[in-house]
């Protein structure tokens, strides 16, 4: 069973009008209400190569210190 707080944080997303302009209004209309979570699914896409950590960071990454 969820938390009561995942249950009260959980909404409809709004309908948005797809025309770019619109949409555009929306979602900044949107963020002054709230956060907003924009997710995709390129992390599932790079998950699937099973990268280890220096596939991950690849040779721009390779020395970067965490």
Do not use: N
């Not at 009561?4 to 997303?13: D, H, I, N, Y």
Request: glycine share 10%; hydrophobic share 40%.
């Amino acid at each position: 069973m969820p938390s009561a707080c995942a249950r009260r944080t959980v909404r409809a997303a709004p309908r948005i009008v797809h025309e770019s302009r619109t949409a555009g209004r929306g979602v900044r209309k949107l963020l002054r209400q709230r956060i907003l979570v924009l997710d995709g699914a390129m992390g599932t896409m790079i998950q699937g190569h099973s990268l280890d950590e220096a596939g991950f960071r690849g040779e721009r990454f390779r020395d970067w210190a965490l």
